[in-house]
């Protein structure tokens, strides 16, 4: 304490006469003083006047609370100069507040501050800091008026209360009883799944020693043994594998002690059954307890808290903490499975690997139009087992880019090129001193092509990460590519080689006319891909024109609007650099009817082609048995009612690129008609290619959400792509993105719900089974405070889910809203564990609902990436020699949301156009669909939607137009002729049973019950599956039926004899 006159003490004793200070001149009279004597034999003098009775009484306060007071002395009088009462306080906050800190404390509801200005700033910020840390107690003085801090220390020893009840002396006992005491006690260890009541919770640690110590006690006292209690305080951090951290911090810990007769004498002996195996001597116990600087204080049993905090004679208090800790306990082992816990907690540094190969070609391309050359996100750096905290963060939003990273290496050292950390997310960025995983984000950047430098086509760039003694290995791949290729740009998802537009009937685009049929649509895109090739736009071009902006560029799920017909199509850019003629360069379009990180290539699944007299074209992908991508065209479909897909054509996208020593741009298209209702494919392909002259759908009514995803692929055979690769690695895979959903400003609830369907795939069966589950990686970006999202996996068990985040993570940002249903905290980076499951995708919904902060004008991107829990390892070494190479992961396939917030009157209109066009899709689904329960929740969603943005969702009829408020339904809707003709029919045949059933029995009735039963199940059954009427509608039915039935059976009887 820089201040040589203050002191923190306890006032031994408050004069009632007075004695005279020492004059500072003979000649001076002094009054008389009240004396003030301290522990430490220091003694002073208070003023005269009316200071001096103010502070004789609060010094007595202090004395009487035994509680130490702050005083200023004056060295040479020994008068008193200020007297502040300390308080005993634990640090809720630090806000830096211009130079200063403010410090807000549970204990009091002032604001209090620390000034840069005094001269003990810097050690009373570090105690503040470790108080706050680790949540130990400490003794706070303060100004009275501005709440300056004055001073800051560890809290003294509690002294006897003043007229302090007497326990009866310790009982003295042999070394063989206290351990037989301690196994007692030992015996009533909780039962974690179940916890009895009587029982003790020595297996939650985190709290509670007084209530358990304070039973012990009891308990011995039961049994003619009188205890005493030993009290340690300091930064105690004590081991555990009782705890998820494998650790527990306390500020204090208390338990009872024995004394015990041994060898050496009489020595106390601590009875701990939360730490030790067995009694325990008072150092030992102190060391189990991580802080060989703690303090002892000793008392009878009776004291409940410390520092005389009050006791609890009737054992009420005892009983409650024992229970409340009985059922955290049994919580916790409900969340994180039986105890103990795996400890030491595993620390470990890994690359996360999303773009591992970069080509010469594309960074020159990319260096025409922007230098640097920047692909963003490509490595990702993971660092589990630590807290923020630890590798000295302090920020709940890390800055960017992040000054704490790890090391990173590159050999050899490429030219003009850098692998640089732009980003850093936390799990929980809240709580700092939660161990969490750490994410740092990495683009890659090109200055030059120096990196290309090399000899032979290709060249393996060794990444090496470091950082508080975790290291981490992967590696990227440099090529020169004398083959066609696209280029994804900075984002892989947005391609900006492949682009897609929509266009309404009668309009121009690229020097071609869109007709009003759909029968033009080939036609127009043929013209389109044509007319780019030969320069022939009338001044368009595919940079200028197509945009890569995704809210620009979205598409249309429904046929018209306002009822214009709309047409939606796709353009592909391939480049070539090459010294020969590339013939035969084809481009397959491949659409995914929803969101997906499922994209690895796999010619087996959801990449298959066939075709036929030398033609290839792709084919319908097929994944466990459903589909997986829609293949689509320059050309008309083929009519797949009669004809098998491999007879498809498609000549306008198989190209031949001419040799000319610069890079050449030649164009590919299709016609996406996910908007078109003529029946193509079935939902469950048998035969897989074809044809099926029944149960076909239309690509609309295949699609399972607003917003797809698209994949370009270059077949060019003299460069096949290898299986495993995605869009991400593959410069012959080019994605585009498609999910756009708009929020309302601010608007309520429900208009700013944001419901995204996509697919994943679970963790593969074959993988080893120590392998780590694949995860879904979800970069919240800048998505507000209080966002709460919710991940609805129908064919997943999310308590499966929830067990394998308890295994995997130390935060707990997961909560289960029902089986299949999971809340998630949003914010910096959450990470989602997938179950193992079979070949055939997993469908979900993830939904985002934003604050009411959210203004016009605002945007957000949500990206969810699927981490793969099967490694790469270094190119070039065997299994035997790599088991000492660290492998790393990789990126299996990413989409991203995008969220801009508008105002809801423009948002109405194409949310009402939309929700029609999905419940048009809706009635085709199956009721045993793995779709099914999904799409009626997202439906429902998008309903909420309507109706907060200030429609009305019951009068939004289905159409696959969007024409939401037509009045004729379409053929097969529940409001159909058809569909009443078949419900007025349900109504009869269910009236005509009842009245068979309640009439006389006969064999002939019988017979014609038996008949009219089989009709109408046969009737029932067509209406239900192709009208898909809703519960209402059912109950409606049936009741009329039965109503009927049974007051034309009354009828007949009436009219009987």
């Given amino acids: 304490?820089?201040?040589?006159?203050?002191?923190?003490?306890?006032?031994?004793?408050?004069?009632?006469?007075?004695?005279?200070?020492?004059?500072?001149?003979?000649?001076?009279?002094?009054?008389?003083?009240?004396?003030?004597?301290?522990?430490?034999?220091?003694?002073?003098?208070?003023?005269?006047?009316?200071?001096?009775?103010?502070?004789?009484?609060?010094?007595?306060?202090?004395?009487?609370?035994?509680?130490?007071?702050?005083?200023?002395?004056?060295?040479?009088?020994?008068?008193?100069?200020?007297?502040?009462?300390?308080?005993?306080?634990?640090?809720?906050?630090?806000?830096?507040?211009?130079?200063?800190?403010?410090?807000?404390?549970?204990?009091?509801?002032?604001?209090?501050?620390?000034?840069?200005?005094?001269?003990?700033?810097?050690?009373?910020?570090?105690?503040?800091?470790g108080g706050r840390i680790d949540g130990t107690e400490m003794l706070v003085t303060a100004s009275r008026d501005e709440h300056e801090i004055i001073d800051v220390r560890p809290p003294p020893p509690a002294g006897a209360p003043v007229d302090a009840y007497e326990d009866p002396p310790p009982s003295v006992v042999s070394e063989a009883q206290a351990t037989q005491l301690f196994n007692d006690m030992a015996a009533l260890t909780c039962d974690p799944f179940t916890v009895p009541s009587p029982c003790i919770p020595f297996l939650y640690p985190d709290d509670g020693c007084y209530a358990r110590a304070h039973e012990m006690c009891r308990l011995m006292r039961l049994q003619g043994i009188e205890a005493e209690k030993i009290w340690i305080f300091g930064g105690l951090h004590p081991a555990t594998s009782n705890h998820p951290?494998?650790?527990?911090?306390?500020?204090?810990?208390?338990?009872?002690?024995?004394?015990?007769?041994?060898?050496?004498?009489?020595?106390?002996?601590?009875?701990?059954?939360?730490?030790?195996?067995?009694?325990?001597?008072?150092?030992?116990?102190?060391?189990?307890?991580?802080?060989?600087?703690?303090?002892?204080?000793?008392?009878?049993?009776?004291p409940f808290w410390p520092h005389n905090g009050g006791n609890d004679d009737t054992y009420t208090l005892t009983n409650q903490y024992l229970q409340e800790k009985r059922l955290y306990l049994q919580d916790r082992v409900n969340d994180y499975g039986a105890l103990p816990f795996a400890c030491p907690i595993v620390k470990q540094l890994q690359f996360i690997v999303d773009r591992s190969t970069f080509g010469q070609d594309e960074v020159t391309a990319m260096l025409a139009g922007a230098n640097p050359a920047v692909i963003q996100a490509a490595v990702f750096v993971t660092l589990d087992g630590f807290t923020p905290q630890e590798l000295g963060i302090t920020a709940a939003t890390p800055t960017h880019p992040p000054s704490i990273k790890p090391t990173l290496a590159v050999n050899p050292v490429p030219g003009q090129m850098e692998v640089r950390a732009e980003h850093m997310s936390l799990e929980d960025p809240v709580h700092l001193i939660r161990r969490q995983r750490i994410t740092w984000t990495y683009d890659v950047r090109f200055t030059g092509t120096g990196a290309?430098?090399?000899?032979?086509?290709?060249?393996?760039?060794?990444?090496?990460?470091?950082?508080?003694?975790?290291?981490?290995?992967?590696?990227?791949?440099?090529?020169?590519?004398?083959?066609?290729?696209?280029?994804?740009?900075?984002?892989?998802?947005?391609?900006?080689?492949?682009?897609?537009?929509?266009?309404?009937?009668?309009?121009?685009?690229?020097?071609?006319?869109?007709g009003a049929t759909a029968a033009q649509a080939p036609a127009f895109i043929q013209q389109v891909v044509d007319n780019l090739n030969a320069g022939m736009t009338g001044g368009q071009t595919f940079d200028n024109d197509l945009s890569t902006n995704q809210q620009t560029s979205k598409l249309e799920l429904a046929e018209a609007v306002s009822g214009t017909k709309v047409f939606n199509f796709a353009v592909a850019r391939v480049r070539y650099v090459g010294a020969l003629n590339a013939q035969d360069v084809r481009v397959f379009f491949r659409l995914f009817p929803v969101s997906t990180t499922s994209l690895s290539y796999d010619t087996a699944t959801a990449y298959r082609r066939g075709g036929m007299g030398g033609v290839t074209v792709p084919l319908l992908g097929l994944s466990g048995g459903n589909l997986a991508s829609i293949p689509c065209f320059a050309a008309s479909r083929v009519d797949s009612a009669a004809a098998a897909l491999d007879s498809q054509t498609d000549p306008t996208n198989v190209k031949a690129i001419a040799a000319s020593g610069t890079e050449r741009h030649v164009y590919f298209g299709a016609w996406l008609d996910i908007n078109q209702t003529a029946p193509q494919f079935p939902l469950n392909a048998a035969p897989p290619n074809g044809p099926w002259p029944a149960n076909r759908k239309s690509v609309q009514e295949l699609v399972r959400g607003q917003h797809q995803c698209l994949v370009a692929e270059i077949a060019f055979d003299p460069a096949p792509i290898p299986n495993n690769v995605n869009p991400g690695t593959s410069d012959k895979l080019a994605q585009r993105n498609l999910a756009i959903v708009e929020s309302s400003n601010p608007g309520v609830v429900g208009s700013r719900r944001i419901p995204q369907t996509f697919e994943i795939r679970p963790t593969s069966e074959r993988l080893p089974a120590e392998a780590a589950a694949d995860e879904l990686m979800i970069d919240w970006g800048r998505i507000p405070v209080g966002s709460i999202a919710t991940l609805h996996l129908p064919t997943m068990d999310c308590e499966e889910v929830l067990e394998l985040a308890a295994r995997a993570y130390r935060t707990d940002h997961l909560a289960l809203i029902d089986e299949h249903t999971l809340q998630i905290r949003t914010g910096g980076m959450s990470w989602i564990p997938l179950p193992r499951g079979g070949d055939a995708n997993v469908p979900g919904m993830l939904t985002i609902d934003l604050p009411p902060i959210v203004r016009a004008g605002q945007a957000f991107t949500v990206v969810v990436r699927q981490v793969t829990g099967q490694v790469a390892r270094p190119p070039g070494v065997v299994a035997l020699a790599a088991t000492t190479v660290r492998a790393w992961r990789h990126v299996l396939g990413s989409f991203q949301i995008t969220i801009p917030v508008r105002h809801k009157e423009v948002l109405l209109a194409p949310e009402q156009r939309l929700l029609s066009t999905l419940r048009w899709i809706e009635r085709s689904i199956p009721s045993n669909d793995r779709w099914y329960a999904t799409f009626q929740r997202y439906v429902k969603q998008v309903a909420m939607r309507v109706d907060g943005l200030g429609g009305d969702s019951t009068a939004v009829t289905p159409s696959p137009s969007g024409d939401w408020q037509a009045t004729t339904p379409g053929p097969t809707t529940p409001g159909s002729a058809a569909c009443r003709s078949f419900a007025i029919a349900v109504a009869a045949l269910l009236a005509m049973l009842v009245i068979l059933l309640g009439a006389t029995a006969s064999a002939v009735q019988i017979v014609l019950g038996l008949l009219v039963l089989a009709l109408l199940l046969l009737v029932g059954h067509g209406w239900v599956t192709t009208c898909r009427p809703g519960i209402g509608r059912l109950l409606v039915t049936l009741g009329l039926g039965l109503i009927a039935g049974v007051i034309i059976l009354l009828l007949l009887r009436s009219g009987g004899p």
């Fill in 1 to 129: 304490m820089p201040n040589p006159n203050a002191l923190v003490a306890r006032v031994s004793r408050v004069g009632s006469t007075a004695i005279a200070p020492t004059p500072p001149t003979a000649a001076a009279a002094a009054p008389e003083r009240i004396a003030i004597d301290f522990e430490g034999d220091r003694s002073a003098v208070l003023p005269p006047g009316r200071k001096a009775r103010v502070w004789r009484d609060m010094l007595e306060f202090t004395r009487a609370s035994n509680l130490p007071a702050y005083v200023e002395i004056d060295a040479e009088t020994t008068v008193i100069t200020r007297v502040l009462i300390p308080f005993r306080a634990r640090v809720v906050d630090l806000v830096t507040v211009g130079e200063n800190i403010e410090v807000t404390f549970i204990e009091s509801h002032a604001r209090h501050h620390l000034l840069r200005a005094n001269p003990d700033f810097h050690d009373m910020l570090n105690a503040l800091e």
């Fill in 245 to 302: 951290d494998c650790a527990v911090g306390w500020w204090y810990h208390v338990a009872p002690t024995l004394l015990v007769n041994t060898m050496a004498g009489t020595e106390k002996r601590v009875i701990d059954p939360s730490l030790m195996s067995g009694p325990a001597t008072e150092n030992d116990w102190r060391n189990r307890q991580a802080d060989p600087a703690a303090t002892f204080e000793y008392t009878d049993q009776r």
């Fill in 452 to 514: 290309f430098g090399f000899g032979g086509a290709t060249q393996t760039l060794a990444l090496s990460a470091s950082i508080n003694g975790q290291t981490a290995n992967a590696s990227l791949l440099l090529i020169k590519q004398p083959n066609p290729f696209e280029i994804d740009g900075q984002t892989h998802w947005l391609s900006t080689d492949l682009r897609v537009f929509q266009i309404n009937q009668g309009q121009p685009k690229f020097g071609a006319t869109m």
